[in-house]
Structure formats: C-alpha cells, structure tokens
C-alpha cells in the first residue's frame, strides 16, 4: 500500500501532537508544587501567607519546561 | 479543527479571534498599519491612565471606589517588589508597576466578547520580556562590574561539578526570555481557544446546555488566569532583578 501526500508534513503534525505529551509533565510538576503548599500550609498556617510568592515563582520554574514542548510543538507546525 | 463537527450554520475556526487585520480598508499589514492589534493595545493604554489619573484625582482620605483600585494594585505591587527585588529593588518599582498594570488590563480587556487579546501574540509578550531581560542583564552588569558572572560559577557546589553547572545556568540564563514571554502568549492563546471550540459546539442542539454551561465555567477559569498570568510575569521579573542586584544570594 503506497502512502499518499507529504510525508515530512504528516510527521511534523505527528511529532507535534507527540510534544503535548510534555505538557502531562508539567500538570504533574505544577500539581507537585500546589500540593506541597497546602500540606505545608496546613500544618503551619501562620507561615503559609508568606509563601504564596515563592509557591507562584516554584508554578512558573515547573511550568517553563510545559511551555517548551508548546515550544516544539509550535516549531512542528509553522517552522519546520 | 474541533469546529467541523459543530459548525452548521456558524463554522468559525477557533484560531481565527487571533488574526490581525487592518482597520481602515483591507490590503497588506505594513509596519505602521492600523490595525486590530493597535486598537487594542490603545485602549489598554487608556484604561490604566484611565485608572490612574481619574482614580487617584480626588486623593481622599475615604477613597472612593476607583481611588481604592487604584491604591490596592500599587500597594499590592508595592509590597511584592519589596518582599522579592529587596530595599533596593524598589527604584526600579515603576517599571514592574507598569508591566503589571498593562498586562492586566490587556489580558481583562482581551476577555470581553469580541475584543481582541493582544497579549496572545507572542510578538507583543516577547518584546516585553526582552525589554526585561536586557534591562535586568545591563543593571547586573552596572552594579557588579563582572563579579556578575558569579551567578554562573556557584560556589556552594563541589568544584568538579561547577562547569556542569555553569554550563546549566548559561543556558536556563539566556533561555528566560523564551519561558518568559511564551508562559503569557500560550496562556492567554490556549484559554480563548478552549472558549472558542466550546463555542462551536454549542451550535449543536443536543449538547449545547452542557457546552454553554462549560463555556461559563471556563470563562470563570480564565478571569482568574489573567490575573495570575500578570503576576507571574511581574513576580519573574522581581525575581530576575533580585539576580541582578544580588547576585551573591
């Protein structure tokens, strides 16, 4: 069976379909930080307000390596 | 995309809010057309004078309503480049004022139906974070002479594993404004999308209560994500600053 049209295309689109995969890691990382907030800040609420920043900096740092295979995902389909 | 199976009557291509297009008349997108994009970023501009100047005009001791905004985003924004960028941070608090201030009511404005979010163009977002990035880049070098390299060379590890770690920190260094500029973009890009292919759906008669009630839902999501998307980016930049300043820890 011969395969029809460009093939470089259909694995570009694959491969970025493939790079949302990355995007599962960062969810877990994120839901890491938060969770590890609350528990902490549930057992000592008194010093849970002055750490909201650093939880929100810990979000950013997770999430920066989702965005990089948002990243390579973009590239897949308009740059390649 | 997911609009095919909708689309009957309305096939609207969830991409297609972020088009830009020119104002007044058709023909090419130049370097100085008037286009969406410009409008939008315009107004978002008017809106913080609008808030700024109009708001803290009287200077009451009771504050009025607009005067309490006004003096609750300063004081919140205030306070965050203190406890972060330090004492000394804070002659550079009206530069992060502004980012703050313009990336929210950018990112507010672009939630109205059928307004345009200019902060999803990662052209807008990244100009900002390489503004950031050189200014934070320029300060550290200012302040330090080359001693600010030393955020490279950490003298906490073991010696042997300091090139590795240089190495690292070269890269997650220049990689900033990339993760910077891209977190705003895809955040604001995605969230619209997401409406807009539940908006597709909702032409569907079967299943339209349940994609309107998700359309309500994820509008509620996303009116907290831009807040939050605007304080990230000013939280980094204080963070990035305090690497600037201090680059000793």
Known sequence: ?80 | MATEEGGTQLNIHPMDQFIIKPLFGGGEVGMFTITNATLWLGLAVLAVIALMVFGTRGRAIVPSRSQSIAEVIYGFVYKMVEDIAGKDGLKYFPYIFTLFIFILVANVIGLLPKSFTTTSHIAVTATMAMAVFLAVTIIGFVKNGMSFLGIFWIKAAPLPLRPILALIEVISYFVRPVSHSIRLAGNMMAGHAVIKVFAGFAVVTLISPAAIGAIVAIYALESLVVCIQAYVFAILTCVYLKDALHPHH
């Open chain 1, 1 to 80: 069976m011969a395969i029809e049209g460009d093939l470089v295309q259909m694995g570009a689109y694959v491969g970025a379909g493939l790079a949302c995969t990355g995007m599962g890691g960062a969810a877990v990382g994120v839901g890491h930080v938060v969770g590890n907030y609350l528990s902490g800040a549930l057992r000592n609420p008194a010093a849970a307000a002055g750490q909201t920043a650093t939880m929100f900096i810990g979000i950013a740092f997770a999430e920066a390596l989702g965005i990089f295979s948002f990243l390579v995902a973009l590239l897949l389909m308009f740059a390649v």
